[in-house]
């Protein structure tokens, strides 16, 4: 189980760049976007949040033109103060930027955080940091289930540093485990009795294949 670093995200807010205004020229925050290397910018009305405009629209904007003739194209993503640093790495993730909004439970702007702050609450995780090795498998979507896997690994003497669904395609589901335990042939093995379709590559299975290749091409050598 990894640590909750929910507390430790408020450390990371960031107000180094005011929201741009609704009057904002777009000439002045297409040269703000220029001078920066964020993918977004917070925008404000009548001093509330309302959403961010992207870099990317910014400069296909009419450079004469004020930022309110274009609020059709602000994206309205935000997180709360308190939330959990995983949801908010997940909607960075979803909304494709590296600027989050942080609003107050009474939606006030607080500031935003930086993609590069809260990537480094998950490299202190033990999943990253601790020494260990990574197995890949993949499963029908409903024949899997998370005890399994760690009776698998625990079965095996192993200890889990962490479990997460690396990707979910149409009914497949493949996930990532890493465990403290160098010597993996065992739960590779192991994961395939309980019919799990290993993805990752291991030094074990390359060796008994190539024993396998090795004994078949004596077994040809034998009978010519």
């Known amino acids: 189980m990894q640590k909750n670093n929910n507390l430790n995200t408020q450390e990371y807010i960031i107000n180094d760049i005011a929201p741009f205004n609704i009057n904002a020229n777009i000439l002045e925050v297409q040269s703000i976007f220029n001078q920066l290397t964020y993918s977004h910018i917070p925008v404000k009305k009548e001093g509330n949040y309302i959403g961010c405009i992207s870099e990317n629209d910014a400069h296909c904007f009419d450079g004469t033109e ?17 939330t959990n640093w995983l949801d908010i790495l997940e909607a960075f993730a979803l909304y494709n930027s590296n600027i989050m909004p942080i609003l107050s439970d009474d939606n006030k702007y607080i500031g935003y955080y930086e993609l590069s702050d809260i990537m480094s609450l998950f490299n202190d995780t033990p999943f990253l940091n601790e020494a260990g090795g990574i197995i890949v498998v993949e499963k029908d979507q409903k024949e899997y289930s998370f005890s399994e896997i760690c009776q698998i690994i625990e079965s095996n003497n192993a200890k889990i540093l962490g479990v997460f669904i690396s990707k ?5 589901v493949q ?13 590779v093995q192991t994961f395939r009795r309980y019919n799990y379709h290993v993805v990752s590559s291991h030094e074990e299975d390359r060796f008994i294949e190539d024993l396998k290749d090795r004994s078949n091409y004596l077994d040809k050598y034998l009978n010519i």
Request: glycine content about 6%; cysteine-free.
């Open 66 to 82: 004020q930022l309110k003739d274009y609020l059709y194209a602000l994206e309205s993503f935000f997180v709360r103060e308190k």
């Open 168 to 172: 979910l395609k149409n009914n497949t």
């Open 175 to 187: 996930l990532t485990v890493k465990i403290g335990h160098m010597g993996m042939n065992a739960i």
